[in-house]
């Protein structure tokens, strides 16, 4: 069975920046959809980036523009690169993964639909 594994995570000052990983341990990354989430304290998960075997990228309003997700094939890793991080982007982030990008988008709203994979999380504080 496919396992996500992120990292990267730890605490920022606000206006820093920090690079997750989400490191596969088959060949998924590049013919998945590919997503990360986020789940602040006391809050629904929501979803914060996606990215199709075919490479398109997609954002959450609030992190448009500082946020960029990619992947490295080679190394079955995806990234999310984040930068003027702000004190409301403080979460556990978690990276998924399923063949059909529709799952991943409704993965927080849809209780019948549930991504293959997902990965432990990773905390991410921003703060003073």
């Known amino acids: 069975q496919v396992q996500l594994v992120e990292s990267g995570g730890g605490w920022v000052q606000p206006g820093g920046s920090l690079r997750l990983s989400c490191a596969a341990s088959?060949?998924?990354?590049?013919?998945?959809?590919m997503g990360w989430h986020r789940q602040a304290p006391g809050k629904q998960r929501e979803l914060v980036a996606t990215?199709?075997?075919?490479?398109?990228?997609n954002y959450a309003d609030s992190v448009q523009g500082r946020f960029t997700i990619s992947r490295d094939n080679a190394k079955n890793t995806v990234y999310l690169q984040m930068i003027s991080l702000k004190p409301d982007d403080t979460a556990v982030y978690y990276c998924?993964?399923?063949?059909?990008?529709?799952?991943?988008?409704?993965?927080?709203?849809?209780?019948?639909?549930?991504?293959?994979?997902w990965g432990q999380g990773t905390l991410v504080t921003v703060s003073l």
């Open positions: 998924a993964a399923d063949p059909i990008l529709h799952t991943i988008i409704v993965a927080t709203t849809d209780k019948d639909r549930n991504p293959e994979v």
């Open positions: 990215l199709t075997s075919g490479g398109r990228a």
């Open positions: 088959g060949s998924i990354v590049s013919i998945y959809a």
